[in-house]
């Protein structure tokens, strides 16, 4: 039985990986579950310098979900390729990392430094909603897109996956532009643009007044979305927004995801990622598939 | 070490209106100290994340918890029957440092319902033989807890409507008493938790705070619940302290509050 699946040439032991910014670098996950079952560990994102973040309060629970406005507080560069891909490098899982920035200089500072670090692959975040500049202003444009996915493939020594934005009008133009820039794989969904009044105050509960929306209850909509762009391109799509389980994970599977990745719900349970790698086996063993790539986009 | 487990209810009462107390078998006593939390996971699925609840004592067979009920979290645990499983991830937190209290004259400072946590850490002072007198602050007569602090030292009250005891706050109840202090340990509300700051800073005393933020993990991955440090935080050096892991309890000079 094979649950192997690759990308851009780099081969995952399993599809299952993290959504950034839900599990650290693995530090903290660490002491739950065992990252080496992880196919690999997406990491928090990182700028060409630290970045503090927004103010307090970032994060509140919404029906189904939870909206969070952290801001991609992050050490910078320097700390994380002496403290973190240290710490990453001692299990055997793959290495994402995450990249942020203000400007496409900023993105290029980070993945220039990345150059002769021994990760495998970057995803590019410009599709954050919680910072003011960079991020989403990259992911909602498609010639921004692809702008700053043709300087950063200039730069690049690890492959990129461009992780989208859900909070356009056209996934699949915004999929196809990544493609046409030369990204080699694109991650999607990042989370939905949310807002949650405190009616007794007659307030915002998000200093940051908006706040990206993940969990459960935004699975159908990340299901359809990761369906419309892997048929709009040829190159992998790896597929997160509400995975809780193995069924979830499945589920985007056969939307098209070649992988995909846990993220809110490790909150909700610190062993869901382990569940969920166990669970595909189980499911595969009970529906009689010999290999995980069978069931890639098989809707 | 934190650890994610189902423990069992072993009984839940209401102390005051809106205050409960629910206790439960579990070894993640084993690895509690003062001034830590828990998770605790609520069963309604529409209610993803856990609540951090902090440890009110650390019993034979599991851990106390008083709570008030803020939303529906909360409210379903005050249901909670004798015999029911509850999953809880921790202990979480740095929680007290009794070494750095030994040899001190300690004031423990609860206000409303920063009061629980301060059982455990007036219970443990007391077990190490160190001087230490607890300031419970409520809103009104009705009391909770207070008996249970009884038993290990000479409680001072202070109630906001004046029914019992000091009229005003715990810093109200500290001037009228006259009391003294090498150090404050301190949780309640941020108003309060400032006023200490101010005092100790006058007194040239330390004070230990607990600081309570809204949280996701619980475990200092999602940096949703930061402080503003005075000192470079060591996660991301940028003055942000996680109140999950760093904290709860800071030192109010090295947190700007």
Known sequence: MNTAVKIAGVEFKNPVTTASGTFGSGMEYGEFVDLNKLGAITTKGVASVAWPGNPTPRVTEVYGGMLNAIGLQNPGIEVFCERDIPFLKQYDTKIIVNVCGKTVEEYLAVVERLQNEPVDMLEINVSCPNVKEGAIAFG?????????????????????IMKLSP??????????????????????????????????????????????????????????????????????????GGIASAEDAIEFMMAGATMVAVGAANFINPNTTIEVVDGITEFMLRHGIQDINEIVGCV | MKICKTGIVESVSMLSPMIYDLAVTTNLKDYAVPGQFVMIYPKDKSTLLPRPISIC??????????????????????????????????PLGNGYDINLLKGKKVLTLGGGIGVPPMLELTKALKSQNIDVTAVLGYRDSSLFLKDDFDKYNDTVVATEDGSIGTKGNVMDAIAANNLKADVICACGPMPMLRAIKAYAEKENITAFISLEERMACGVGACLGCVAKTTKEDHHSHVNNARVCTEGPIFDSKEVDI
Not at chain 1, 150 to 156: H, L
Not at chain 1, 174 to 179: D, N, P, T
Not at chain 1, 205 to 211: C, D, Q, R
């Open chain 1, 140 to 160: 909602q444009d498609a010639k921004a897109l692809e702008n700053i996915t043709k300087q950063i493939k200039k730069v690049a020594k690890q492959p990129v």
């Open chain 1, 167 to 240: 909070n356009v009008t056209r996934i699949a133009d915004m999929a196809k532009a990544a493609e046409a820039a030369g990204a080699d794989a694109i991650s999607l969904i990042n989370t939905i643009t949310g807002m949650k009044i405190d009616i007794k105050r007659r307030k915002f509960v998000l200093a940051n007044k908006t706040g990206g929306m993940s969990g459960p209850a935004i699975k159908p909509v990340a299901v359809r979305m990761v369906y419309e762009a892997s048929h709009a391109v040829n190159i992998p799509v790896i597929g997160m």
């Open chain 2, 57 to 90: 004592e650390i019993t034979e067979t599991g851990l106390r918890f008083v709570f008030r009920i803020a939303g529906k979290g909360t409210a379903e645990f005050s249901g909670y029957k004798a015999g029911d499983s509850i999953k809880l991830m921790g």
